[in-house]
């Protein structure tokens, strides 16, 4: 197809240039109404878009439009998170046909861009210019086009030019550069709109401008774009879970095979019998239930009352999504009418995505997964995070996720568990891996024998370190830093010391007398490989101890109490429940190393579903059997008080350099977090106000002070909960306590109150928002008494505000820290994040501030911080 | 030894219930490992001081522009100082020109010129270790000397041990020994810190309303289950932390109250955070740390590379603005035998310029000053070669520098710390320096 064409291209410059054309063939091949993309690697790094692509290997996926804010990820042969090889070159291309006219199109990215029509270059942006100091000045914010378009990240750019198109289809193509320059391999926003110079900017505020797509619908406005990019959180996320499984395809069939063995293993025990034990309550009994009757029979512990319905839920979602119910999930539960409602509740609850985020904060402690976001040198280890939130997601068999850990493979910087082999700054960071390892998987704790021989554990020095040499794959020398100076004239040490620095360690399994050695037949694929061996050492059919730890650990964390003492250190300790934990292991091995169906099994018990039994009362013969008292987690509370009111986080992201111009081996982005497990230190140790994120470090303050760990220099299974003064206090006087329970535009609480109802009806519907509960008479009662006044006026006709106060645009990043400018920015975001969110208008004034002391009251009872 | 010739602790812990095991645990364990250590080791000299004022300059003060001038430098070329040194109270003791305050109050101070540490010359690193005395494991995570003393040192009810001004990080928290040993902070001198302060908006008597709402739900709880300990631990530090945000405790954060005065004697906003924490610790508190690192100043703070070093004059003024006011205000009040003083950083910077006219980190020598505190002041500890770049006699440990801190406020270096089960030195065998203690 031969065309001529006039082309009226208009540059933001605001260069004024005609250009005529021959266009080329277009490819006509695109029948897709989405957007196709590719990402091509390996292109040549050097400013310039010289280069040939190849399209072997090359990533596809598509998107309703021609935007996008974030890349699907790529994997490994064992479907894995690894690294693209950059610079890499992002494509999208489309055919789109629009009436005959003259168009405006807008290109916008952080790099740098390519915009074709009909294989004619129109626009493009340029390359990033890296900055390594913090000493460029802070750069203008770009004003929009038009009222209500979305506004241009800082220091992102932009290009508008004017077409005119004669109504046929037409090819439309972008690229984009990614990770040239030695920059993350982030791509930022980039997305191509249209508008045509016909259509007049609307008085309400929407813009003119529509993402380019075959049929351009959705608007560049903040709230489409914003829409859009969470849509594409969800769409990315199920495309890497594909993409990851057809990946991992044969990998997953090597572990099939592993699991047959297993079950073979399995089936030459001898089978634990399951005791007929019956209790006074027959109306169910799981295996579980029997072992727990038939340890007690002396005693004659039965087990205390099943636990309410409503109290039922909140605690097995916090224990499933780490989150309350919401007001839906709480009525499709109690309209349940089946007689297993609970069962069905539970199996909903299993098959929910954020049974992933709850589980992520548990093995972030107990793996020390320690990411910092600048120049990170205490302990510090790769984001792995996201590889174990996928593997969670995934419910991969256990087995496979302890020896992908063990192995190390795929991405280090960008959450691969290759990010778990680093220790920033430590003398012996394989040393330190074997001691997280141990202690995770095998409850051996050689935290002393690190560098020394453990004086109350049968461990010596050399077995860390033999560990050690097994994960490094060769012989270790001991650092002298690792050891305890002997000459010390006025203090004789008791700890035995029989390595010197300087001492070579081999590579070999140091467990024989305390673990089995041997492994089941078929299990190693590399006999030679140091690595493998311990992998297989660990998670072998044949090592009950590691399928009992998994067991225990999993069991300890929903009944607040363990079947064999502390999760992670076995040693002296007696196994109180030795049988039942034999046949749930052994369930654990034969079933594929499944942590949902023992969590299922766990939820299903009579046990789990008893009221709680105080652990004061634990020792006390006449006391019932129930699961102990727990707080929530930090991750919980957080997590909980947001989905109480329903509002977004409003943190930042998680980065200095939100623009990506540093170097990739300096900083880090951890994304903008929308879960309590997503955080990581704010710290830079450098004390300067330009650098402060204000709303994600009072979300972190909050964290914190529930026992979440800004640094996670070493493993940890069971947090400090004690309870101490600041954690009720950050609630009750804190910003982010503030924050939930200001009715400001943007919460579930404002709505609710804003909805027609009665008062006895808003109160109801607040309880279950807040607490997942009605209330009981007697608080009915005392919240009517507090809203009625006033409650048939409640409701203004003044137009919504603006949401939160952290929406304020500034351009502050590390590359101009230092200015004066930048401080007083972030000085005066911090006064403005200390206000709160502003409240909505839409409420009289006076019952507004009635109706959120009901909240706080609420969200400061120690109910809501408890597990019920 | 042999393994079953030790005292296996479990066992231990059995014999003795879980209950005793806290009172038996401090004062047996230690003993059993190290053997007859009291007779073995010399007592440490200990001072009588009550409380501590951290000021952190971080970044990395060059002691050469401040605490250890030497011949002066172009600025471009020549190595050495960047300003010219002036003399002090002290015969011999001479600080930089910038420091004119601070000169006649010499007689009043320590300085420790030969500070010096191995750590990677990189800020996160080294800033961890100054403020922990230890460099990072991987199966323990430190806690800073501020939560050891406040540990050590706990406060009356209703005070918080330990306040922060400056941005949280990781360098300042309570390690093993846990958040309630952690700070409270604020980033603001004029904002009160976090949770203690009341929300915008809410006066006396909507907070009242909300206390007695929060009242009627909370003893139903505590009704429902009076053996709950987890639930009435929390019930108590609600309604414990209500009294202390309700209290005249907050009224120190309001510096409205002093007279004018006093404020412009101390300066900018970095002068007003040391006149709140001689508010703060005529309350009890133990442990202040202070932070100098508005960037406002000259665009780094501390860290002075590049066109950072030609404003540093400007952040060693307010230094020496506030540290002087609050010297003598303490003095005034009768405080400062009884308050430390402490002026730390993370390392210092050498003689030598960097390509932009400013300087590069140096850890291997560096000055850190104590002052008041009942000490022997009117000294300097340790000297450095003729550029201060090298310890020329009597060096100072980071350990040694924890341990005289520690010492001057009553507590032994030496005495242990425990991460559950294992004993761990306050500091890694510091010393205090023996001849400041009288």
Partial sequence: ??????????????????????????????????????????????????????????????????????????????????????????????????????YRFLLRSRGATRLFVADKLVAETKF????????????????????????????????????????????????????????????????????????????????????????????????????????????????NAAARAEAGREETEYWNRRHEIAREVIATREAVEIPNSRGADKAFLTPIDRFLLEHQKESGREFAPLVNDYAFLRRVSLDTGGVIPSPAEIEEFIKDSSPDRRARAIDRLLADSRWADHWTSYWQDVLAENPGIVKPELNNTGPFRYWIHESLADNKPFDRFVTELVMMEGSAMYGGPSGFGIASQNDAPMAEKAHVLAKAFLAVDLKCARCHDAPYHPFKQKDTFSLAAMLDRKTQSLPKTSTVPVSEQDRKPLISISLKPGDKIEPEWPFDALLPSEWAEGVVRDANDPRELLAARITSPANDRFAQVIVNRVWARYIGWGLAGSPDDWHGQEIAYAELLEYLSRDFVANGYDLKRLARAIFLSRLYQSEVVAASDEDRPQVALGPARRRMTAEQVLDSLFAAVDKPLGAEELTFDPAGRSPADNFRNLGLPERGWQFASLSNERDRPALSLPAAQHVIDVLMTFGWRESRQNPLTERDDAANVLQPLALANGVVGSRVVSLSDDGAITRLALDECTLEELVQRVFEQIVSRPPSKQERDLFVELLRDGFDARRTKAPPRAPAAQKQRHAVAWSNHHSPEATRIKIELERTMRNGDPPTAKLEGDWRERMEDMVWALVNSPEFVFVP | MTYENRIDRRAFVKGCGRSALAAAGASLLPRALHADETSERAKPPLGKADACIFIWLGGGAAQIDTFDPKERGDGRKKPGSYYDAIDTAVAGIQVTEHLKRLAPLMDRCVLLRTVHHKSVDEHAAATNLMHTGRPTTGTIVYPSIGSVVAHERPAADGVPPYVVMGYPNVARGPGFLGAKHGYVYLTQSDAGPDGLRRPPGVGDARQAR???????????????????????????????????????????????????????????????????????????????????????????????????????????????????ALIVDLENHKLLDKTLIVVATEFGRPPEFDAGGGRGHQSRVFSCVLAGGGLRTGRAIGETDELSKKVASRPISVPDFHATIHATLGIDPASELYDGDRPVPITDQGKAIAELFV
Avoid at chain 1, 147 to 156: K, V
Avoid at chain 2, 235 to 252: C, D, P, Q, S, Y
């Fill in chain 1, 1 to 102: 197809m031969i065309r001529r064409w006039r082309w009226l291209v208009l540059f933001a410059l605001g260069v004024l240039t005609t250009v005529s054309y021959s266009a080329v063939a277009e490819d006509e091949s695109i029948a897709s109404k989405d957007v196709v993309f590719e990402i091509f690697e390996g292109v040549a790094d050097k400013r310039s878009w010289d280069f040939d692509v190849s399209d072997a290997g090359a990533t596809t996926f598509t998107a309703p439009a021609m935007a996008l804010a974030d890349l699907p990820k790529k994997y490994n042969n064992k479907g894995l998170i690894a690294d693209r090889k950059g610079p890499f070159v992002v494509r999208g291309t489309t055919r789109v046909e629009l009436p005959e006219g003259e």
């Fill in chain 1, 128 to 239: 990033r210019e890296p900055s390594g100091d913090g000493h460029g000045a802070i750069p203008e914010l770009v004003a929009a086009h038009e009222p209500g378009l979305a506004e241009l990240p800082p220091e992102n750019q932009e290009r508008l030019v004017t077409i005119s198109l004669d109504g046929e289809p037409h090819t439309f193509r972008v690229e984009a550069i990614v990770a040239d320059q030695g920059l993350r391999p982030e791509l930022g926003e980039l997305s191509v709109s249209v508008a045509c110079t016909c259509e007049a900017p609307s008085i309400e505020g929407e813009p003119t401008f529509k993402l380019v797509a075959a049929e351009p619908t959705i608007p560049l406005s903040e709230t489409a774009w914003a829409a859009y990019k969470r849509e594409e959180r969800g769409r990315l996320a199920k495309f």
């Fill in chain 2, 210 to 324: 909300r206390e007695e709402l929060a009242a009627k739900l909370r003893n139903r709880v505590k009704a429902e289950h009076p053996h709950d300990a987890k639930l009435q631990e929390y019930i108590a530090a609600a309604e414990e932390g209500f009294r202390l945000a309700g209290t005249k405790f907050m009224n120190v954060f309001d510096l409205a109250s002093e007279p004018d005065s006093l404020r412009n004697d101390y300066g900018s906003e970095f002068g007003q955070r040391l006149l709140l924490s001689r508010r703060l610790v005529q309350n009890g508190v133990r442990f202040i740390e202070v932070s100098s690192n508005l960037n406002f100043v000259n665009g780094t703070g501390w860290d002075t590379h590049n066109d950072g070093q030609l404003k540093q004059h400007g952040l060693i003024q307010e230094l020496d603005q506030g540290m002087a």
